[in-house]
């Protein structure tokens, strides 16, 4: 008797370990969109992935690349994703304007100071103010970060250059090449190479818009409906980016593993970092000079009218702000 109560105390016992370990290894699933591959601001995930930080925070992401902010905006709108990264304030705000069930949940680039803007070693071009109407210059997408720091560029030069979407790096830099487009964009280390070659000239870089010096030009955004039923799996993810964003400026694992996903020389992957990539400009926690934003948004014909920061209250719910150090 006393044999078969053991076996069967035994037995509860494996059966209630067994559940409650399948319940500790349990891993919330969000999905994840995010813009442009290669970047090193767009790579966060992958080495908070690739160091654990993911699975220790109790994650399972399943996360994918667009080739700018309005494709990301699509996925994210239709409910696809749950969340959605490193997407321009710009079209974020438009879309939330015409009813887009988003929300911000943090800053991701704050400042101009990665792109730049080329052409061929060949041609006439040497600076914005060389463009005329003739000419057209590439971005992304609209209402990406790239479409609203080329405005800003164009303005401050007075250019008439003609603005054209044009996706990813790789097709702009064909599109360049075979003269489909005179002026292409890029963010390093992509088309270092090109320059070093000779074959393109830088002739203006993000930097140089100084109005945007501190603006927040990328956001961060999650779907409603994601918000309303993962939210502190989406509060997790997001105290993970800042941990990886800290920890890619003090391990040098982070660049062996960026130059890996851009394809790029480590030590060119290295200086792309120290002189574009600033880790200020990656702080999550406030959404800065948001009126200029909002003149813009409506300057660029992204809202219809002129915003004030009450009509767009509803959109930012800001979801982990790190403590000051």
Known sequence: MLKRSFIAATAVLALLAGVFGSAAQAQDKLKVAISQRGFWDSSFLEFAEKEGMLK???????????????????VITSG???????????????AYSKKAPIRVISAQMTG?????????????????????????????SPGSSSNLILLALLNQAGSKA???????????????????????????????REIQEKKINIIA???????LRNQTIRVNIANVNSLKTKRDAITRLMQVYDEAI??????????????????????????????????EALQIGEIRDLDRTLRDAAQ???????????????????LYKPSAK
Not at 250 to 278: C, H, L, M, Q, W
């Open 300 to 318: 660029y014909k992204f809202t219809a009218s002129q915003l004030t920061q009450q009509d767009v209250a509803g959109l930012f719910d800001i």
């Open 246 to 279: 800290k920890w890619s400026y003090s391990n040098p694992r982070a660049i062996e593993y960026f130059a890996a996903f851009a394809k790029a020389p480590t030590d060119v992957a290295g200086a792309a970092v120290k002189e574009f990539f600033p880790i």
């Open 205 to 211: 870089r993000a930097r140089e818009a100084t109005d």
């Open 80 to 94: 696809s994703v749950d969340v959605a990264m490193s997407n321009g304030l710009l079209g974020t705000i438009g």
């Open 56 to 74: 220790k925070a109790g994650l399972d992401v399943e996360f994918f690349f667009t080739e700018g902010g309005g494709q990301t905006l699509q």
């Open 162 to 192: 003609r603005p054209t979407a044009t996706g990813g790096l790789p097709g702009t830099l064909t599109s360049v090449m075979t003269g489909q487009i005179d002026i292409g964009w890029a963010t390093p280390p992509f088309a270092l």
């Open 112 to 140: 101009a100071h990665e792109l730049f803007w080329y052409v061929r070693a060949e041609s006439a071009i040497k600076s914005l103010k060389d463009a005329t109407e003739k000419n057209t210059i590439a971005f992304s």
